[in-house]
């Protein structure tokens, strides 16, 4: 069977590179364009990412001789999706002309998350939201990811959300440097030293997760009424987003009913069997001192959320510990998932 | 006039270290013993600390010669004060024994902190609850610090817990290596790490507060009885604990009063003009990424509450971040200020 | 075909648990004992470690219901090879133990390093020196691994020793914290910070490389006549040990013909397709700022010698870069190799 | 006495932010222009560094009103010297106008450091290059610090080279992330690694040292014959750089006349008793594990060079470890001592 092609936009950045790493020998797809911006077209990857290539492995060999072009659906002919990881600066504008093109766009860029029809489609949490799709008017349709951070909250999430309802939210993050593409945070501002603030990173994190557990209404999806609190964090961390959440329920759970939701949990990744699908989504430690990003971030090949140190909260009901790898569940790794459902629930037949 | 002679229990440790270099050539007190475990008895200290002194200063010409002597009143005969850096596994023995010989005992251990009579004193919030001492049996007197987290949170909260009230308290912190003492961290537990558990911590930072925000009432320190939740957390930074807060308070207030309490706060350090005591106990920055460990750490030679980002929440009322030295102001230079504030106020003269 | 049985002398150590992850599902291999010191004996192995496995993949299935015994031969029939990465302070008597009992010895420790009958055998460098095994006049049989800066050097040094002949040899390392086990390293001794001098490593790293690279003569060892000189430093990396090194040759030699040799460099591993040989031993990259901890420490799953920046060295001839991963390569991998080795090689035969 | 006027050229950057620090209440100088590139000019330097000061200390109150202007000769009347912080790119043109404006030149700046009657000016080690300044034809003088690693290091040679003499001289860096200036080097290449390249840095390590320790002749200055090796690294420490030195001396030498050369050292800045000379210009601590920048850095208010672990060499004669702060020792702070040397020497009495 001919596997889809797809492209790679922004394929020189940190999240293009991971793309590039995931989309290796992959079952459904094969990559056929590597976008980047004029001053890299015309040049053979292998060469141009060098000394840029930031992740300890080597170049695929399939990406070395690939021949760079700019991101542009006439310099792009026959592709079915578009996977981006282009700079909020231009993801807009490009993002748009390849879904008028009739490209499905799988976007880890903010541009559009916020469209009421534009789901910020998480394949674990909240896979229904595709149905707004019909809502959107170009023939190739945009879904986005969630910032890096609420990806993993959403998914940890999602069990509680279900069962009890969600009444208010308080998070805290300890966010990896990686969160900030290269070059991105000077060693001199984190060596040694944390950062408690993150440039435009709060707004986004307490209205994402409202619309990622949201429902679809008339075309629309609704976000759910929780309160959220974020105090974001930048930390001397590689890669890994350490989150403490403290949560207050709808309804009275118990400790045991909540890892057991957890630890039973499992989404249309898992029953569609989806090649980049963690066996288990979430993965509950109950070492007093877990998770760590150094111990537990490569959990499902790095698409597991783990989670810890659930107890009483003396102000809201429960504090616990969330921990996703941000490069890959939080950004590459989701955006591929997001496609192998759209692959797999028949959005991509009628090209 | 002759200054008061004071000994240092447990001088070789982190805490102890810090109380050798700040006790030097201070105005009101001088180092007349140093005091370790067996093992360390009768050496030199310049000779005993040589590899072990992890302060980036050399250790004070005054201390090289002294030898060390044992933890134990008899042994150090004429003093009227020791600071106490002992581990909570002999602490509250030794520290007994000291009260019971007469002399004044400032303790940063957590063995005596929740005993009623017993003030976790911090000089800048709660001057006085000095007035319990009278309901300690013993001739001296035993006062503690509190943890060194809770000591800068408290001071932050001191002038909105006077004038507005606080309903309840959330607070998640980034806390500094030295605070767990050396060798404390193993290396390959936090470098590029975090790790989001403290054993102990959380209990402390739930219960002290409420304490050193309490009043006298018969004898005897009521708390406050406000809601706390605490998340602790260690991060790959040396020195200062970064904490962020979110607060419900019982009395609406405005952006602009909080920040006008927090520059305008004076307490009786500043008043009695006490050698330790920072000209400014709190420093409010507008900057929107302030305070770091990095940058604001030694604002008044380490004894400055550096906060920052003030902002509503959207859950509580307010969130904002505070940066206090872990090792000076949560610890050391706190219970030197005790001491001050003590000699000022007439507690010493009665030897 | 039977597996052989192994045991993992050390097991809960730092190399310990590098080897219970390596020997999982080895196709040669079975290990058939986990043993560790008196208190860790008796327990289940996955009990024992969950808050002490140090790497960062889950403890391997097949060891956690393993009940962990003594280090003695008696109380493990039936094993063929022991692997040690025991502490040199017990490692001498409990190695001579096994050999004593007939057991194959496969050793981390440094204790019988310089016997001139117990090869420090690195496979790709020195397999002839299997030769001496005879002249050990113990059933088993003892064989170590050099210290793991040493093992990524001389596999550099290997091709140019051959062809060219070294006359004298001086070596910077930057060596991970892994190298010194756990807990190992205070935080507090190496966040942000340099130490200048390991204890001990200096001596190992000036005689080892002149044994590794001598040759058998009369059932001894005759070390090579190179002069050499180290300085050890110990940097904040997890793992991963960089080397700068300066080399002057016998022989005059060209840039060109020390690159080639490299990449072609071929050993007996290669040859006899042994499981845990990289297929290149040794990769020359050409960027001007590699090899990098970072970026190269994976090459051949941590069993790959990574080189770079070779030019001329005004004072000596050469200088170039090694890396080598310290605890896969530098330790475990390499013994694991060198079992492999002795196996094919018709060594275990025997019993 | 009225002050002697400077100004600093490029203010904003890492080394220009090290002069506004050590300038502050200077005795001799006063600080009468602060110059940077066009955006900056007609802003406050306050308000223009309120985000961008990274010294952990707070922007020094004189400079906070001063207005920022162009970095001309016309557009700064007035001043006797410049201490220049300029990036190489405009460093060269920028230094020579205000030479021919008859100001004196201090740069940190490598553009004019090779040229013959250009002193690399280091207080200690050669005052008596000053007498090259007759041969600039320019009314003003340039006068330049030596690369940031190689200040300390050729302080520490200057009593052997006088004694014994120097045959060769091999040095391997680890140098401080400070030493690139901010943004400088991304955190995503440097947390939790090292980097065995620096660029540009090898050649000037292995040829200004030569010139540092020649002598003048016929109004140049020629340099000292001996060969050089550098390895200059990268390693994640904030402030100071680590160097191991192997050295070969044309004389005999033994270990305690060494270290009693570096004790007694005194120079020229000590016996005019210069306000930034520190006491001693280098330390020599005999514990094994130092000096280390955690502990040794700011010795003599960072001035100090910080030595230790000699011990023979097998191949070269000695090696040992030094150790400088690169923004003071090797920047700033060295620059300023030059300036007041001049002052003292009577170079600035023209005006």
Not at 216 to 231: L, N
Not at 277 to 303: H, S, T, V
Request: charged share 25%; hydrophobic share 40%.
């Amino acid at each position: 069977m001919e596997k889809v092609k797809v492209g790679i936009l922004g394929a020189t950045g940190s999240v293009g590179q991971r793309f590039v790493e995931l989309l290796e020998n992959h079952p459904f797809f094969e990559v056929a364009a590597l976008c980047a911006s004029e001053k890299s077209v015309g040049k053979a990857y292998g060469d141009l990412m060098k000394s840029r290539w930031k992740i300890s492995s080597d170049i695929p060999s399939y990406a070395k001789p690939m021949v760079v072009t700019s991101p542009e659906p006439k310099e792009t002919p026959g592709l079915q999706i578009v996977f981006s990881g282009l700079d909020a600066s231009i993801a807009g504008e490009v993002e748009t002309a390849y879904a008028e093109a009739g490209v499905m766009v799988i976007s880890n860029s903010k541009n559009h998350r916020m469209v009421d029809n534009v789901p910020i489609l998480s394949a674990e949490v909240n896979p229904e939201h595709l149905a707004v799709l019909d809502a959107q008017l170009t023939k190739g349709k945009i879904i986005t990811n969630s910032n890096c951070t609420i990806m993993g909250v959403t998914i940890a999430l999602k069990p509680l959300f279900d069962q009890f309802g969600i009444e208010s939210l308080m998070i805290f993050s300890m966010q990896a440097i990686s969160g900030a593409g290269y070059p991105g945070v000077p060693s001199m501002d984190i060596l040694g030293n944390v950062v408690p603030f993150i440039g435009g990173e709060e707004p986004k994190a307490e209205s994402e997760p409202q619309k990622c557990l949201g429902h679809v209404q008339d075309g629309k999806i609704v976000s759910a009424d929780f309160k959220m609190s974020a105090h974001c964090n930048r930390v001397p961390v590689f890669d890994g987003h350490t989150v403490c959440i403290s949560v207050k329920l709808k309804k009275k759970a118990s400790k045991e009913e909540i890892i057991s939701l957890w630890r039973n949990f499992q989404a249309e990744p898992q029953k569609l069997s989806l090649p980049s699908a963690p066996p288990k989504p979430i993965i509950y430690r109950e070492e007093d001192d877990r998770p760590q990003p150094r111990l537990d971030l490569y959990e499902g090949k790095g698409m597991g959320v783990v989670v810890g140190r659930l107890r009483e909260d003396p102000i809201l009901d429960w504090k616990f510990v969330v921990l996703s790898h941000n490069t890959v569940r939080g950004a590459a790794g989701a955006a591929v998932l997001n496609a192998e459902l759209l692959y797999k629930k028949g959005y991509l037949r009628s090209k």
